[in-house]
């Protein structure tokens, strides 16, 4: 198993400024992913942060909104950027476990409310 | 492009009573199907898995699902609830051709009372 921690566990922010996540895995994996859980929803996948390169994208989100680092095989971070009332969420970071299954470890999230 | 479902968003169930929450995905191909459990100010956790083999599968706290690949199916089920089991219930598929990344369906919010 792995153990993911998330910075910050949650805040609170005024609409128009931008925040950025950082999550620490406690091993070396090589997929990460990044979700958002919005109330009383499921979650969606923002973003596979690829290592080296950039990160890839699902269909709707952007990497100007969605700024993704992989610097190495144990850190990512997700900003938000400009942020509005609909960006508040839980936001997700989430680790494959290396057996090429899908399965994952999921991170306690960030819980983000923008004013 | 894949889908999961799930029916029941809210279900309410007395200790003792029999819970099948279902569970139907989109997708031709070979998956990999996921129950993960989200307890009240917890992370998510997973539950139970299938890859391949025996479609009945146990997991964790006495549940089990089963992979009906006719139906698309694969519904968690367990014979007893117990307060302990209130929490949020995710259905989750893995194309073996996508990257490894989850579609999570829409999420089973279950209420236990004593």
């Known amino acids: 198993s792995a153990v993911i921690s998330q910075k910050p566990s949650r805040d609170i922010c005024q609409r128009g400024t931008s925040l950025t996540i950082q999550c620490q895995v406690d091993?070396?994996?090589?997929?990460m992913f990044w979700y958002r859980q919005q109330p009383g929803q499921s979650l969606t996948l923002i973003a596979t942060a690829n290592q080296g390169s950039e990160a890839t994208y699902e269909s709707g989100f952007v990497i100007d909104k969605f700024p993704i680092s992989r610097p190495n095989l144990t850190f990512s971070t997700l900003t938000v950027s400009n942020m509005s009332p609909e960006d508040s969420s839980i936001y997700l970071c989430?680790?494959?476990?290396?057996?090429?299954?899908?399965?994952?470890?999921f991170g306690e999230g960030s819980r983000l409310t923008v004013l | 492009a894949q889908s999961v479902s799930q029916h029941n968003h809210h279900v309410i169930l007395s200790e003792a009573a029999s819970l099948e929450l279902g569970c139907n995905y989109s997708?031709?191909?070979?998956?990999?199907l996921f129950w993960y459990v989200q307890y009240p100010g917890q992370h998510l956790q997973l539950l139970l898995k299938?890859?391949?083999?025996?479609?009945l599968v146990k997991g964790i706290k006495g549940f089990e699902a089963e992979f009906i690949k006719s139906k698309f199916s694969f519904n968690l089920r367990k014979p007893s609830v117990q307060w302990s089991d209130t929490a949020e219930y995710f259905c989750a598929v893995n194309a073996l051709d996508s990257s490894y990344k989850l579609i999570f369906g829409s999420g089973t919010r279950l209420l236990v009372r004593p």
């Open positions: 989430s680790v494959e476990t290396g057996k090429k299954t899908g399965e994952l470890f």
């Open positions: 997708y031709g191909g070979t998956v990999n």
């Open positions: 091993s070396q994996v090589t997929m």
């Open positions: 299938y890859f391949s083999g025996d479609p």
